[in-house]
Nanobody, 122 residues
Framework: QVQLVESGGGLVQPGGSLRLSCTAS????????MSWYRQAPGKERELVVA???????DFTEFVKGRFTCSRDNAKNTVYLQMNSLKPEDTAVYYC????????????????WGQGTQVTVSS
């Protein structure tokens, strides 16, 4: 069974940095776009960045210049490096991926991770 597992969240002071990781495990044929979303209390889940299998990224405006995203296809892992963090970045960060499982590789399915809490506070 395919799963996404995030790690790296925590508490950080404003201006600090955190690096999130998300690894896909299970019987996987291929992985397409991988993305990071976040959801703050009382708000809707929003896209932070999407990264294609060739490394092309598409960031939302509010994190451009502060966050970077990369992926290691050999490890089925995507990373989110968050710098210059602000209190308004506080949220649960979710990994999302389009994955074709090995037992049904004709199409890709959508998978979500369980989320990791990021809190930016002094």
């Amino acid at each position: 069974q395919v799963q996404l597992v995030e790690s790296g969240g925590g508490l950080v002071q404003p201006g600090g940095s955190l690096r999130l990781s998300c690894t896909a495990s299970g019987s996987i044929f291929n992985i397409g776009v991988m993305s990071w979303y976040r959801q703050a209390p009382g708000k809707e889940r929003e896209l932070v960045v999407a990264i294609d299998s060739d490394g092309t990224t598409d960031f939302t405006e509010f994190v451009k210049g502060r966050f970077t995203c990369s992926r290691d296809n050999a490890k089925n892992t995507v990373y989110l490096q968050m710098n210059s963090l602000k209190p308004e970045d506080t949220a649960v960060y979710y990994c999302f991926a389009e994955i074709a499982p090995a037992n049904d590789n004709r199409r890709q399915y959508y998978y979500w991770g369980q989320g990791t809490q990021v809190t930016v506070s002094s």
